[in-house]
């Protein structure tokens, strides 16, 4: 059973910085390309970070870009999201999720429905 559980959400002010975790098991996480996506209240889900099976390719949204840092350690099995800065509409839920890289060591997408597996989720609030 494949599962994927987050932590390291909370409430912060704007300027903090917090570091998000997500360990999986139940699947050979060096195989995986992991993202993060998030969900702020009344808005779709979107696409945050991601990372290739290897860690050697690295992909962010726009609004993170020089802010968040997503890395990787596949002995431990985790991934993590290093958010710096944050702003109020960084206000959302967190969910990594897996996407089956095979022998790629570089695939990594942003694209939802590309990914197998996800977290619950854990709850960021960043007030002004």
């Known amino acids: 059973q494949v599962q994927l559980v987050e932590s390291g959400g909370g409430l912060v002010q704007a300027g903090d910085s917090l570091r998000l975790s997500c360990v999986a098991s139940?699947?050979?996480?060096?195989?995986?390309?992991m993202g993060w996506f998030r969900q702020a209240p009344g808005k779709e889900r979107e696409f945050v970070a991601a990372v290739s099976r290897s860690g050697s390719s690295i992909y962010y949204a726009d609004s993170v870009k020089g802010r968040f840092a997503i890395s990787r350690d596949n002995a431990k099995n985790t991934v993590y999201l290093q958010m710096n800065s944050l702003k109020p509409e960084d206000t959302a839920v967190y969910y990594c999720?897996?996407?089956?890289?095979?022998?790629?060591?570089?695939?990594?997408?942003?694209?939802?429905?590309?990914?197998?597996?996800w977290g619950q989720g854990t709850q960021v609030t960043v007030s002004s």
């Open positions: 999720a897996a996407d089956f890289a095979g022998y790629s060591g570089t695939y990594y997408s942003k694209v939802q429905s590309a990914y197998e597996y």
């Open positions: 139940g699947l050979t996480f060096s195989s995986y390309a």
